[in-house]
């Protein structure tokens, strides 16, 4: 359905598709990224390159440094996040550290809370993903960070991912209550 407001037009198609899709191929990716061992196989990105502009990518995100324990990710799961401490980070620099997170004995599940698109006469398009976003490491179900994401994809006249906007809203690293309704710990 789409709807006229304003100079823009909102809908949930082509664009929505793609981001739906990229989520899909993420989360499948880290969880048959061979873990413990000491480099992804080549070609291991080459899923993602499908949706984004690899020479133009920036993941820009809010003072992601105070969110993410890059010292307990070294220390704990033996993977170095300190790449996560800048607020931006071109393709090389987000694959290495998401590589290196898929990697360690990681896992990330998410819930779309909402998704809309929006395009704009002469202006590329844009995909605004709110996700609840659940993560942690294997063996430890007791210790799941969650957290309420707000994601801005900006498109290329291409179609191809450019810009990742990231905002973390509500991420406390804290243990996902047991007697919430999305959790699958039984309380």
Not at 109 to 124: D, N, Q, S
């Amino acid at each position: 359905m789409t709807t006229t407001a304003g100079t823009g037009t909102f809908a949930r198609g082509e664009l929505s598709g793609k981001v739906l899709d990229f989520c899909q191929v993420l989360q499948r990716m880290v969880a048959e990224a061979p873990k413990g061992a000491d480099a992804l196989p080549d070609g291991f990105w080459e899923p993602l390159t499908a949706f984004v502009d690899t020479d133009a990518y920036l993941r820009c995100s809010q003072d992601y440094a105070a969110i993410v324990d890059t010292e307990r990710a070294e220390r704990e799961f033996g993977y170095d996040a300190r790449a996560y401490a800048t607020s931006m980070l071109t393709w090389d620099e987000w694959t290495a550290v998401a590589g290196a997170w898929a990697l360690s004995p990681s896992y990330w599940e998410y819930t779309v809370m909402r998704i809309a698109e929006f395009t704009i006469p002469g202006l590329p398009g844009v995909v605004y993903l709110e996700l609840e976003e659940r993560g942690g490491f294997s063996g430890q179900p007791g210790q799941v960070s969650w957290s309420n994401t707000i994601l801005l994809f900006e498109f290329n006249a291409a179609g191809k991912l450019g810009v990742l906007r990231l905002g973390v809203a509500d991420y406390a690293l804290r243990t996902w209550p047991a007697c919430h309704p999305s959790s699958r710990v039984s309380g």
